[in-house]
């Protein structure tokens, strides 16, 4: 079975400074990764994928994340943020020969003035 | 443009009756998903579909149905059994087997009155 823990369920930081957003997965097969943001009352928007390959991946709006097999982790990074990347970021696997995502339970990143 | 449309984007519902939620997609994916977004618990899988005429159970599918009669339509019954509807529903297409990202639409604000 797969799962996904994002243990902050909350995260504020100052507009400028950097940002991490944690995301933890476990699966017995090989896994895709992707995160997701969603504004107020919006679906889900694609940030960045995992397939395979390169280790870091880099995104949309500046962010990037690195795929780390060992510690079976996947942290959003952005070196900078604005006001706008406030908004709720969600963590997803899914894996070979399975049709289904797992979300975790997401992040809400509040940048402040 | 692609994309899926989900309709109608609020809906008000009084107890004891059913309701359907639209959702159609226009980029030829095989797999689409409904999924229940509830605060702080993030995307519960509800149901999804591999392909026309089939569809599994997700997590929480106890109190809806579905059906997968045409590729690009997928619609949500939340029926009278379902204990509390209220809800953001979210559906998602894929290409299909996991290898690729979901495809959001924007969501529908279920309310029951």
């Known amino acids: 079975a797969q799962s996904v823990t994002q243990l902050d369920s909350q995260v504020p930081v100052f507009e400028e400074a950097p940002v991490e957003l944690r995301c933890n997965y476990s699966?017995?097969?090989?896994?895709?990764l992707f995160w997701y943001v969603q504004y107020p009352n919006q679906g889900l928007q694609l940030l960045l994928k995992?397939?395979?390959?390169?280790?870091l991946v880099k995104g949309i709006n500046g962010f990037e994340a690195e795929f780390n097999k060992s510690q079976t982790s996947f942290h959003l990074r952005k070196p900078s943020v604005h006001i706008s990347d406030t908004a709720e970021y969600f963590c997803?696997?899914?894996?070979?020969?399975?049709?289904?995502?797992?979300f975790g339970t997401g992040t809400r990143l509040k940048v402040l003035a | 443009d692609g994309g899926i449309t989900q309709s109608p984007k609020y809906l008000f519902r009084k107890e004891g009756q059913n309701v359907t939620l639209s959702c159609e997609q226009n980029?030829?994916?095989?797999?689409m998903y409904w999924y229940r977004q509830d605060p702080g618990q993030g995307l519960r899988l509800i149901y999804y579909s591999q392909i026309v005429n089939d569809f599994q159970k997700g997590d929480i599918a106890e109190g809806y149905s579905v059906s997968r009669e045409k590729k690009e339509s997928f619609p949500l019954t939340v029926t009278s059994a379902q204990k509390n509807p209220t809800a953001f529903y979210l559906c998602?297409?894929?290409?299909?087997?996991?290898?690729?990202?979901?495809?959001f639409g924007q969501g529908t604000r279920l309310t029951v009155v």
């Open positions: 997803a696997v899914s894996g070979e020969g399975t049709y289904k995502y797992i």
């Open positions: 699966s017995s097969v090989s896994v895709y």
């Open positions: 998602a297409s894929s290409i299909g087997v996991g290898r690729r990202e979901a495809f």
């Open positions: 980029l030829n994916h095989d797999a």
């Open positions: 995992y397939l395979s390959g390169s280790t």
